[in-house]
């Protein structure tokens, strides 16, 4: 048993070093620390790491997860309570989407083999079986991997990762050591697969897609780094093509202009929900979009954050760019990248590291077998209920203000 206040101090540090790591981003994840038999502090559902306090923190009971006060727990409490029925010496639980444990979670795998390099994980780590966030169902699925692994992590199927302690640095060891698992179990496989000696993300992603390596490097060139980054301002928007920053009035005329400024205006003018474009061109994206695929949620944050699909569009054809933006927070642009969009500049940059670790899952899945998407009902369940709760959020801000 600890007092409470240390509790919820270990959670507040905690939270912000899950940030810090990369661990996960924003408001995703949470974090618990155990009080006594009974109960552990959680963070609060949706709400930043950066401005928590202690007040913010809620006290759940593990046997049936009620809780004091106002404030809703994370809505991942009950996989939390699932990890302190069964390890009466765990005193620390952490739910990360790290990037490298999403591309397994993202295959059909039922475990990975680790090395005993990672005493943490035991031989093996469980993939959990796949259901809604927040749900009874993933508790009971969760639970069910929980009672079957040895080591002191286990994944969750299309969604991210549990690791658990004695105490925080535990439990950030465990996750730190689950991401090289990870990371190294899918390069090992690339590398058996193709018979390459060395991984390297460009030469992994034309393997997956059956492109020329030279090729696909050959497109990252400076001319398509302009792309940069942009932001509406009043009728037109802010053009930052990484050095510069060049305001685009809507009644500028864009002959020999580039064409990034041709496709920010369209995207501008047909949606009026976004005010911020992130360019994106991770090894993966550019692969992806050289293909010409179309990508589907294989993970929970991709459906929630981005929607049910990214198109690869043309690079030439800024009608199709803005229209692929309608209803979803990113487009690939063939040969070129993706432009990741948001109601302001984080929520960009968000949907931005979602959709470079959606790829890397993308590229990561194919090499264990058919990639398969999370079920399309289930994936539009969740994006219902992101923008409902996300547009209440909003609601709250501008009132806050
Ligand atoms: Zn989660």
């Known amino acids: 048993m600890i007092d409470i206040n240390d509790a919820k101090n270990a959670v507040l540090k905690a939270g912000i070093k899950l940030l810090e790591s990369g661990l996960t981003a924003r408001t995703w994840g949470n974090v618990s620390c155990r009080v006594d038999g009974e109960s552990f502090v959680i963070t609060p559902s949706g709400r930043s790491y950066l401005s928590l306090t202690a007040a913010d923190l809620v006290l759940v009971k593990i046997d049936d997860l009620s809780f004091q006060g106002e404030i809703k727990p994370s809505s991942e409490k009950g996989v939390h309570a699932e990890v302190y029925k069964l390890h009466p010496e765990v005193n620390f639980v952490i739910?990360?989407?790290?990037?490298?444990?999403?591309?397994?979670?993202a295959t059909r795998l039922k475990e990975i083999q680790v090395d005993s390099k990672y005493p943490t994980l035991g031989e093996t780590v469980l993939c959990a079986d796949y259901a809604l966030p927040g749900t009874e169902a993933l508790q009971k699925k969760v639970r069910q991997a929980l009672e079957k692994s040895t080591g002191k992590a286990v994944i969750m199927r299309h969604h991210g990762a549990l690791c658990f302690g004695a105490n925080a640095e535990e439990a950030f060891t465990v996750a730190s050591e689950l991401e090289e698992a990870c990371r190294v179990f899918v390069i090992n496989r690339?590398?058996?697969?193709?018979?390459?000696?060395?991984?390297?993300?460009y030469a992994m992603s034309a393997f997956v897609?059956?492109?020329?390596?030279?090729?696909l490097l050959s497109l990252v060139t400076p001319e398509k780094r302009a792309y940069g980054a942009s932001f509406r301002r009043g009728n037109g928007f802010i053009w930052f093509d990484g050095e510069r920053e060049v305001e685009i009035p809507d009644e500028q005329i864009l002959a020999g202009w580039p064409e990034e400024v041709g496709l920010y205006r369209a995207i501008y003018q047909k949606n009026?929900?976004?005010?911020?474009?992130?360019?994106?061109a991770t090894p993966e994206i550019l692969s992806l979009s050289t293909a010409g695929c179309s990508l589907k949620p294989l993970l929970d944050d991709f459906a929630q954050i981005i929607g049910l699909r990214v198109r690869t569009v043309e690079r030439d054809d800024p009608d199709r760019v803005a229209r692929a933006l309608g209803r979803s927070s990113a487009v690939l642009i063939k040969n070129t990248g993706a432009l990741c969009c948001g109601a302001n500049e984080d929520d960009a940059r968000a949907a931005g590291a979602i959709l470079h670790k959606a790829a890397k899952a993308w590229i990561g899945a194919s090499l264990f077998g058919r990639v398969k998407p999370i079920n399309p009902v289930e994936s539009m369940l969740m994006r219902y209920f992101y923008l409902k709760k996300?547009?209440?959020?909003?609601?709250?801000?501008s009132a806050d203000k």
């Open 272 to 280: 009026q929900w976004i005010k911020a474009i992130i360019f994106q």
């Open 209 to 215: 897609l059956g492109q020329d390596r030279e090729t």
């Open 95 to 105: 739910h990360t989407h790290q990037d490298n444990a999403s591309v397994i979670a």
């Open 390 to 397: 996300y547009a209440k959020q909003a609601l709250v801000m």
């Open 190 to 201: 690339y590398l058996k697969l193709s018979g390459e000696r060395k991984y390297d993300p």
